[in-house]
């Protein structure tokens, strides 16, 4: 019988973890975190809310399968997208936006200088 995986509450530690490994592996331009982490309203029923800003030209999709792989093997839910400067420009003034509502209430945890 397969063992069943218990999923970890998200925390500063798992977010600065999940952060510094996209940095160091895909090299965003930013990433911002939203959602209740953000807010600080973490239950056990959180998982961890990325906005990630890749260069022009970036496959979104690829992009965000191989951002999952990366962070595999931590037991916290999470929710990446992916975007760009581009995508955001569009689409940052648009409501009811997944990019909106990030940039509104999210907090930037990685700006590349």
Do not use: N, W
């Amino acid at each position: 019988m397969a063992k069943r995986r218990e999923y970890v509450t998200p925390d500063e530690t798992v977010v600065a973890t999940m952060v510094d490994r996209i940095v160091e592996a895909f090299d965003p331009e930013r990433i911002v975190l939203f959602g209740s982490v953000a807010r600080g309203e973490v239950t056990k029923y959180s998982d961890v809310d990325l906005l990630v800003v890749m260069p022009d030209g970036t496959d979104r999709h690829e992009a965000a399968v191989e951002m999952h792989r990366c962070l595999g093997d931590m037991l916290t839910a999470k929710d990446i997208v992916v975007t760009t400067p581009d995508e955001v420009s569009r689409r940052e003034q648009l409501g009811g936006t997944v990019i909106r509502e990030a940039l509104r209430e999210g907090k930037v945890v990685h700006d590349r200088p």
